[in-house]
């Protein structure tokens, strides 16, 4: 069973920077991909940025693009979201997903996601 575990939450002013870590444990094998989600208070679940682990493409939610790096350490199981020039809007529970076996589609789809963490708090203030 595939286990995530998300850290690196918390308070920050517009502009600021967090880094965001999701503590990966049970692979199967690389052939996943590991992403990172948000749901705003009262919103839906929205896919920010994912990465194929097998071949390293990935995909970016465009209100993020250019701002958010996803990427991660294979000596430690760990993926990271590197978030730089944050907006308000930015604000949300971000949680890790694992796709097993991603196909054609693109990344971050939520319906194909197998395993989630428990989240972490993102909070931006103006």
């Known amino acids: 069973e595939v286990h995530l575990v998300e850290s690196g939450g918390g308070l920050v002013q517009t502009g600021g920077s967090l880094t965001l870590s999701c503590d990966v444990s049970?692979?199967?094998?690389?052939?996943?991909?590991i992403g990172w989600f948000r749901q705003p208070p009262g919103d839906e679940r929205e896919g920010v940025a994912c990465?194929?682990?097998?071949?390293?493409?990935?995909y970016y939610l465009d209100s993020v693009e250019g701002r958010f790096t996803i990427s991660k350490d294979n000596a430690k199981n760990t993926v990271y979201l590197r978030m730089n020039d944050l907006e308000p809007e930015d604000t949300a529970t971000y949680y890790c997903g694992y796709e097993k076996r991603p196909g054609f589609e693109r990344l971050c789809i939520i319906p194909l996601q197998e395993s989630w963490g428990e989240g972490t708090l993102v909070t931006v203030s103006s």
């Open positions: 049970g692979l199967p094998h690389n052939d996943a991909a």
């Open positions: 990465l194929n682990i097998r071949d390293g493409s990935t």
